[in-house]
């Protein structure tokens, strides 16, 4: 896969630019195009069906405990699907959204994560809980500058559960309360932010071949996908190389199999 044709150059407007900086996060549409989402999908759908082994808790339902029966699965979570299958690297998302992410944050980044993300069909629980992904980061980065790139294999729409943002939420940098949905960090991965009555939300709605990009600081979630049809997001993360170094010298991977003190986040989440 690595060896598919170069990306064109997807150039960012100096509105774009300024929106990031001032909003924490935009819309890009058309991204890729039909044949370049074309080549990702056999490898994207091999971890629908879950057909990669050996990922533990990297493959998990993200509306869910961990202990969720597969075919009861209503939001499908494959974490760092690099790492389980090697030959995704370097694919022509990856090239692009490094590209686009040197543009918003600077060229002193690396990728951090990447994430499948597919909401099966008739599943209104299959809704992301409001958060700030800063609030499952661990402290002590020596900065928090993040570029997420969401690209829409099929299209995001309200009607199946596309980005929503809370406007305005990231500008002050502050994380918010968090806790665990499920009650431990242990049973399910999910945290919760808390959102308040006067919280005006903004839904992003993007096609196919076009992406959402957001910060760390930025509340978003999502809704169920009540709809017959699948709703499947391909994540990348950049953060800095400093950052990412940080991360991996503490044991921090993104991984849901890590071994790690989840206090130690920023404004430690709160056990419900």
Request: with cysteine; net charge negative.
């Amino acid at each position: 896969m690595s060896d598919s044709p170069m990306a064109r150059p997807y150039i960012l407007s100096a509105e774009q630019i300024e929106q990031f900086r001032r909003l924490g996060y935009l819309h890009l549409p058309g991204v890729l195009t039909e044949e370049e989402i074309c080549q990702l999908e056999p490898s994207y759908d091999r971890f629908m069906r879950n057909e990669v082994p050996g990922m533990g808790r990297d493959f998990c339902d993200m509306s869910g405990p961990y202990d969720r029966r597969f075919e009861d699965f209503a939001l499908v979570n494959a974490m760092l699907p690099r790492v389980y299958m090697p030959d995704l690297r370097g694919n022509v998302f990856e090239r692009v959204s490094s590209e686009i992410a040197g543009q918003l944050i600077g060229d002193d980044i690396l990728l951090d994560y990447d994430q499948f993300l597919a909401k099966k069909p008739r599943r209104p629980g299959a809704q992301f809980a409001w958060h700030q992904d800063q609030g499952y980061w661990p402290a002590g980065s020596p900065d928090t500058r993040t570029v997420t790139c969401s690209l829409a294999i099929d299209d995001s729409l309200k009607t199946n559960g596309c980005l929503r943002c809370i406007s305005g939420s990231g500008v002050a940098g502050v994380l918010r309360p968090h806790r665990s949905v499920t009650g431990s960090r242990e049973k399910g991965h999910t945290l919760e932010a808390d959102v308040w009555a006067q919280d005006s939300i903004e839904y992003l709605e993007v096609r196919r071949g076009g992406i959402t990009v957001h910060d760390e600081w930025v509340v978003h979630g999502s809704a169920g996908n009540p709809t017959d049809d699948w709703r499947r997001t391909y994540v990348i993360a950049y953060r800095s190389l400093a950052t990412v170094e940080y991360e991996r010298s503490i044991g921090f991977t993104h991984s849901h199999n890590d071994a790690i003190n989840w206090t130690t986040t920023l404004g430690a989440f709160q056990e419900s």
